[in-house]
């Protein structure tokens, strides 16, 4: 547990998530989402998270980091292991964790919300965590050495880190539509593979460590399904260098050079323990 911080509000955070918190970040993420789109249709990061927190080994009163809590429904989840512990809800985007305060309203006293950036040092005391929980969040940070250092450093030895994200490979599909519609455009993520993520938890002074690859290949019903998941999840750095007339045709460009109503996304899943 985080001894000596105040309950039940132990974190301090303002009690109002606002899109200007992260006015002051720079580079490519935190990234102010449409955090209401997102909700409704982000299924499959739900579905790979329930999946994700079933291989946490807990004995019900922890305190547990959600580290990227997005809109908050994999927290939920987390919480439901939790009847006697607490989870601290993270995530870089304001109007993200706004939307987790909505849905997560009823949980207050076991649950607190921190605005923060996983790129940087996160204010929280050391080894005050007994377990780090993520979600299709770690291909988002650029320099995943420092942010597994970052992590490493608010959990307690003998913690467990149980995460997935974007790996190697990670819809190649769309990275190829891409390179025509707009070649040579920079692209905000980190699809590792097992192998180098094994290395770089290490170096972090995590151990027994387990990382694979496995395939999540994703269909839509419809073309409006897709761009819609495109514009929101995916093309978004892409979007937000344009004006917004040009957004439906530049989603539309690249969904015509997809193969199938599917993106092929590979998950990087990741376990380990703080040495």
């Known amino acids: ?53 079933g291989r946490l080994a807990l004995d019900g009163d922890e305190t547990v980091l959600d580290a990227g809590c997005g809109t908050g429904r994999v927290t939920a989840g987390v919480l439901d292991l939790l009847p006697h512990g607490r989870v601290v809800a993270l995530d870089g985007s304001a109007a993200m964790l706004g939307q987790a305060r909505e849905r997560l309203a009823g949980s207050a006293g076991r649950l607190s919300f921190l605005h923060a950036d996983l790129r940087q040092h996160l204010p929280l005391a050391t080894g005050c965590l007994d377990a780090i929980v993520s979600t299709a969040t770690f291909h988002w940070i650029p320099d995943h050495q420092a942010l597994f250092g970052h992590l490493a450093r608010v959990v307690r030895p003998g913690g467990a880190l149980v995460a997935q994200c974007g790996g190697a490979g990670n819809i190649a599909s769309v990275y190829r539509a891409l390179d025509q519609v707009a070649p040579g455009e920079a692209y905000p993520k980190q699809y590792a593979t097992a192998e180098l993520t094994a290395e770089r938890l290490q170096r972090a002074g995590f151990v027994d460590v387990e990382t694979w690859l496995h395939p999540e290949p994703t269909p839509y019903a419809t073309r409006e399904d897709l761009e819609r998941f495109l514009a929101t999840v995916v093309l978004w750095p892409q979007l937000r260098v344009r004006p917004p007339e040009e957004h439906g045709a530049f989603v539309a460009a690249v969904a015509d050079r997809l193969p199938a109503l599917e993106l092929d996304y590979v998950r990087l899943n990741i376990m380990a323990r703080k040495a």
Do not use: S
């Open 1 to 53: 547990m985080c001894a000596g911080l105040p309950r039940p509000a132990w974190v301090a955070v303002p009690d109002h998530a606002t899109p200007g918190a992260a006015a002051g970040y720079r580079g490519a993420m935190p990234h102010e989402w449409d955090a209401a789109t997102y909700d409704r249709i982000a299924d499959p990061q739900a579905r790979w998270g329930q999946a994700v927190i």
